[in-house]
Each structure stands twice: as structure tokens, then as C-alpha cells.
């Protein structure tokens, strides 16, 4: 069902997994997840490592629009796959430039308000209960003023 999917978010975090095998009954494990946010589907798979062994087994059917936060297993498999386009966290994005204030404070802190913009304006689509086609379709025309007080 979530290969049917155009876009998923895909992270993984890791767990403390009971394991007799291990120092003190325990190892760190990841719990990799596949969101489908328009149609509200989650996979969850655990894998005992953070390997490219789960993406690439279960993305290798996959054609879309894939948002990770920018670690390298992504990179390796999908940046040249062609029926794969990646797209960032502005989450984890942001936190780069808010580092960057102490580097360029002037540039860091333009970048921060745009995207701060971009946040507002989808508060704003969410508080409309815009559908995700109406995201879309108002995001194609620009027309953002009747949203954005």
C-alpha cells in the first residue's frame, strides 16, 4: 500500500531492544518509519542496524517524492535512482542556519524569517482544512494573500 504512495517521509530513530546475547541484556536497534501523511499510513520496520539494507529493500519498487532529514543512506541510494526525487527536513534545515548565526548573523537570520514565512503559511492551509490537491493547487498559483493575514 505505501509503494502506491507519490510521497512518503522516511526517518529512523533508534531503540534499546532486549537482547540475553548482549552486555547487559541489551543491544540499540532502529525502528525505521515510512509515513504516507495524505493518506495517513505508517510503516514501521525494525532493523538491528541503520544500514541502507531497509530502505533499499523496501523502497526498491518505489516511485516519488521521498523527505528525509538529509542522512547519507538516502543519499547513496536514491540521489542518481531516477523515478526517486529527494526532498529535505526544513526542520533539520533550520537548525543548520540558526548555527549559522554566529558565522553570518545577517544571512542566517534572513534565511530563518523565510522560513518562518513558509511555517505561518502552512498554519494557515492547516487551520483552512486545505486538502492536500488544494495545498497543491493554491502552491501552483502563488496566490497566497488570502491565507496569509
Request: glycine share 6%.
Amino acid at each position: 500500500m505505501y509503494l502506491a504512495q507519490k510521497y512518503l517521509q522516511v526517518d529512523e530513530t533508534p531503540i534499546k531492544v532486549q537482547d540475553r546475547g548482549h552486555k547487559n541484556n541489551m543491544h540499540k536497534g532502529y525502528m525505521w518509519l515510512y509515513h504516507a501523511p495524505v493518506d495517513r499510513l505508517v510503516l514501521f520496520d525494525y532493523r538491528k542496524n541503520r544500514d541502507r539494507s531497509g530502505p533499499s529493500e523496501l523502497l526498491a519498487k518505489f516511485r516519488g517524492v521521498i523527505q528525509t532529514d538529509g542522512y547519507g543512506v538516502y543519499h547513496s541510494l536514491f540521489d542518481q535512482h531516477p523515478h526517486i526525487m529527494l526532498s529535505f527536513c526544513m526542520a533539520h534545515a533550520r537548525r543548520k542556519f540558526v548555527e549559522a548565526e554566529k558565522y553570518d548573523q545577517e544571512a542566517a537570520q534572513y534565511v530563518v524569517g523565510q522560513m518562518r514565512a513558509l511555517y505561518a503559511l502552512e498554519s494557515s492551509m492547516r487551520e483552512a482544512c486545505l486538502s492536500a490537491e488544494a495545498r497543491a493547487k493554491l502552491s501552483n498559483t502563488g496566490n497566497f494573500g488570502q491565507l496569509v493575514k
